[in-house]
Every structure is written in C-alpha cells, then in structure tokens.
Nanobody, 122 residues
C-alpha cells in the first residue's frame, strides 16, 4: 500500500518560511519523480514544483521561483519543499505526489498525499 504523508504546514506571517516534508512508503521512491501541488479555496489544483528521481531535473511554477526549493532524500524516501518569503497568495493546501515520469501535469501523478494546510497572514 502506497502512502505519502505530508507534514510541516501551519500558520506563518508574510515574509516567513516553512519547510514541508513528504514521507513515502510502499513504492520504489528512488525511481519516482515527485511533485508538489497546491489548491487554494475556490481554485483548481496547481503545480508548484517537481523533482526527478535523481534530483537532477527540477522545475517550478513561475510564481514561486527564487522563493521555493524542492529537494529529496532517497535514503529516507522523503521529499521536501522549502518555502521562503511566503506571501498571502501562497495560502493553500499543499499536496505531494508521485509519478513514473518527469512531469508538471497533475494527471500524470499516480499517488497523492492527504495534504497539509499552509496559511500565510498579511
């Protein structure tokens, strides 16, 4: 049974930082591309960042470039999202997901976590 468990969300003031973690089990983590997505109230789920199995190929949505950083630790089957200079518009539920291909399309991700809430106050 595949499980992706996010943690690290919370309430932070604008300009602050949070580090999200996603612990994976039940899948071949080091062969999986991993992604972070987010969904704000009343909006569609959107791509945030993704990382290849080796960590060599990384991509971000434009709105988080230079502020968010994705990384992974294959030995611990964990992917991270370091979020700096947070803005109120970053407020959303953040999800991690696993895919067999390097992609930014949510439809290509097979496994999803339950999500963790990030709230940025102004």
């Amino acid at each position: 049974q595949v499980q992706l468990v996010e943690s690290g969300g919370g309430l932070v003031q604008a300009g602050g930082s949070l580090r999200l973690s996603c612990a994976a089990s039940g899948l071949t983590f080091r062969s999986s591309a991993m992604g972070w997505f987010r969904q704000a109230p009343g909006k569609d789920r959107e791509f945030v960042a993704r990382i290849s199995w080796s960590g060599g190929y990384i991509a971000y949505t434009d709105s988080v470039k230079g502020r968010f950083f994705i990384s992974r630790d294959n030995a611990k089957s964990t992917v991270f999202l370091q979020m700096n200079s947070l803005k109120p518009e970053d407020t959303a539920v953040y999800y991690c997901a696993a895919s067999g291909s390097i992609t930014t399309d949510a439809n290509d991700y097979v496994y999803w976590g339950q999500g963790t809430q990030v709230t940025v106050s102004s």
